[in-house]
């Protein structure tokens, strides 16, 4: 009978094998990275923080959670199983119901394990559209997630987008910069691109006057917010990782458990 009810039973994960869950293993169980044990780990201390906090209303620290989370869903994510892939649907379920900039970053990690790539995904194209927000806050967000991805926006359409913050913007247009340089590859075609551009009359002179200045720095103006950002979530992924055990718990950085 025991043998049976066995038989019956769906497949485990291997999170729930390594809870003890009573069930099956499939024939060829995924076993998870490191990457994916940290991912977890974060992606749910970051539900918590998600739960307990009101649209907006996020410390920088949890910023850094979410954050860390796409990096390693850029880097990592083609390895993911079903366990993280879960959590991340449940991320953006909450994160929906909150705030879109929020839902927006979960919808990038979905992307990198979607069919189709994630440079084509609905998620990737909002995230070039909001890239000159007018709202700044928005904006720098949609530079911080832009820097993380960057590997997967198109060129032409962001680049633009960032052009145009260096134009228009108050806040951010450093930022938009460094990013606008880093998809261009090289200083030369940022600059082609750049001498090109054309924005809207009112904004010319101080376009010109920006342009400029940045030309003067070498085009490194920005670079160093972003990257801090950057280099802040993989200090927090490389604590996360060397505190991971083999059958992991954990439901938050730093060995914490959410309350």
Excluded at 127 to 156: D, E, F, K, T
Excluded at 165 to 180: D, F, S, T
Excluded at 226 to 246: F, T
Aim: negative net charge; proline residues 4%.
């Amino acid at each position: 009978m025991d043998e049976v009810r066995q038989a019956c039973s769906p497949s485990l994960t291997w999170e729930e094998f390594e809870a003890g869950a009573p069930g099956q293993l499939s024939l060829r169980p995924e076993a998870p990275t490191v990457a994916e044990r940290a991912y977890l780990n974060l992606a749910r201390w970051h539900r918590h923080a998600l739960a307990r906090g009101r649209s907006g209303s996020m410390p920088w620290s949890d910023s850094l959670l979410e954050l860390s989370c796409l990096l390693l869903a850029v880097e990592w994510g083609d390895d993911f199983t079903d366990v993280a892939r879960r959590q991340t649907s449940l991320n953006l379920e909450l994160a929906e119901d909150r705030d879109w900039t929020k839902a927006l970053t979960w919808s990038l990690c979905e992307a990198t394990y979607a069919r189709r790539s994630p440079a084509d995904s609905r998620a990737v194209r909002k995230l070039v559209v909001n890239l000159a927000h007018h709202n700044s806050g928005v904006r720098l967000w949609m530079l911080y997630l832009g820097w993380i991805c960057r590997q997967w926006l198109p060129s032409v359409e962001a680049i633009s987008a960032l052009l145009t913050n260096l134009a228009e913007a108050l806040i951010g247009q450093e930022e938009a910069v460094a990013l606008a340089r880093e998809l261009s590859g090289n200083d030369e075609e940022f600059s082609r691109l750049a001498s090109e551009f054309r924005p809207k009359e009112m904004f010319a002179k101080q376009y010109s006057r920006r342009l400029d200045e940045a030309k003067r720095s070498g085009f490194t103006w920005g670079f160093a917010a972003l990257r801090s950002m950057e280099s802040e979530c993989r200090q927090m992924l490389e604590a996360e990782v060397l505190g991971l055990r083999l059958a992991s718990t954990d439901h938050g950085p730093g060995d914490r458990a959410p309350r």
